[in-house]
Nanobody
Framework: QVQLVESGGGLVQAGGALRLSCAASGSIFSINSMGWYRQAPGKQRELVAVIPSGGSTNYADSVKGRFTISRDNAKNTVYLQMNSLKPEDTAVYYC???????????????WGQGTQVTVSS
């Protein structure tokens, strides 16, 4: 019923920047929080940043001051601006959203398919 499609990943040198986008589509009534997670090889998926429908954003300590999350509610899209990238930022980045669909009352969690970010040293 709801699809999250990410874009913007790729290969960049250390110190460079990338901007990820994630657009939600489908039978959406409203979107609560939207966020980005990442999973590096051999590691568990971890929270990168989250932005609620209202209120303050939250970031992992490892990305504070370098990454910025934002959203365009009119487009059901969340962005992740990543600056000063480091090799340890290399991972598959996943979009996440808690969505109320038109035919339901409760929120459901959705994930994107993931986009690879590789930072070379």
């Amino acid at each position: 019923q709801v699809q999250l499609v990410e874009s913007g990943g790729g290969l960049v040198q250390a110190g460079g920047a990338l901007r990820l986008s994630c657009a939600a589509s489908g039978s959406i009534f409203s979107i609560n929080s939207m966020g980005w997670y990442r999973q590096a090889p051999g590691k568990q998926r971890e929270l990168v940043a989250v932005i609620p429908s209202g209120g303050s954003t939250n970031y992992a300590d490892s990305v504070k001051g370098r990454f910025t999350i934002s959203r365009d509610n009119a487009k059901n899209t969340v962005y992740l601006q990543m600056n000063s990238l480091k090799p340890e930022d290399t991972a598959v980045y996943y979009c996440n959203a808690f969505v109320r669909v038109i035919t339901a009352i409760s929120l459901r969690e959705y994930w994107g398919q993931g986009t690879q970010v590789t930072v070379s040293s």
